[in-house]
């Protein structure tokens, strides 16, 4: 039997904080499987250096998704370029978290980019949609899940999405559009580049709490996505997809047995 391959031919997506890193691996993934992308991103230098790597099907839009006026500009955009709009990956994401110690106003601004930008960028994209068969993929997070001394930001941001993926899912079930989220835990990026130094260090670290062996790859989170974006998805909605190699169905025990602890320990 040959090998049958997903196709989104005809299919237009916009991917927020695709200029680089995971975005732009998810941006790839849609190319290749045959739509055409809108890199929707506050880093014009990175988001056209992408589009131009993409090819024709790629275009840069400069979207801020505190600004209101950007996220109208970036879907009327998207359709004037590609004459329609058929999915939507919220990706976009600020890491910045100091935890307990944060201040309202940086409360303000990650909640702003991580969850209010892509709850209101859903709302435009949905009501631009072709239906039915729009899909809306929210990036989500192991960070949502768990918790993690020192951080407090990010994670309520990532929980509160998940959330967030289920009322949209049921509100636009109606129009003909899907709304789910995808969750990946540790992934080759740019930030995590810069905690590992190489990518062979990151896998020998992640291969502790990933059962499968290390971390992830853009490449893993694309293929989902353009999963949830294909007609083989089309009974899915309002559910979370974990990408994560294992990592959420290990305890605190890292998947040892107490006989293993305690002799470890003795």
């Known amino acids: 039997m040959g090998r049958t391959v997903i196709e989104l031919g005809g299919k237009v997506a916009i991917v927020t904080g695709a200029a680089r890193g995971l975005g732009a691996a998810i941006a790839r993934g849609l190319i290749d499987a045959g739509a055409a992308v809108t890199i929707a991103d506050c880093d014009a230098e990175g988001g056209t250096a992408t589009a131009a790597a993409l090819g024709a099907r790629a275009m840069f839009h400069a979207t801020d998704l505190t600004r209101d006026e950007d996220l109208d500009a970036c879907v009327a955009a998207t359709r004037a370029r590609f004459g329609r709009l058929d999915i939507l990956v919220n990706c976009a994401v600020t890491y910045q978290d100091r935890g307990l110690d944060a201040t309202r106003a940086e409360w303000v601004q990650a909640l702003n980019v991580n969850l209010v930008g892509a709850a209101l960028l859903t709302a435009r994209a949905g009501a631009a949609m072709t239906v039915p068969g729009g899909v809306v993929v929210n990036i989500g997070s192991v960070g949502g899940k768990f918790g993690a001394a020192g951080r407090a930001l990010y994670p309520a941001a990532k929980a509160a ?18 709304v789910l989220s995808i969750s990946p835990a540790w992934t080759w990026s740019p930030a995590l580049e810069a905690m590992a130094g ?3 260090e990151a896998d020998a670290v992640g291969a502790r709490v990933h059962p499968v062996g290390r971390v992830g790859r853009g490449a ?3 293929n989902a ?3 949830a974006c294909s007609d083989r998805a089309a009974f899915i909605t309002g559910v979370d997809i974990p990408v994560d190699g294992g990592f959420s169905i290990l305890g605190p025990d890292a998947g040892r047995s107490p006989r293993q602890w305690f ?3 003795g």
């Open 198 to 200: 190489t990518i062979e």
């Open 161 to 178: 999405l998940l959330q967030f993926t289920r009322n949209a899912a049921v509100s636009l079930a109606p129009r003909g559009i899907r």
């Open 263 to 265: 002799a470890r320990e």
């Open 220 to 222: 893993d989170v694309a």
């Open 225 to 227: 996505v353009v999963f």
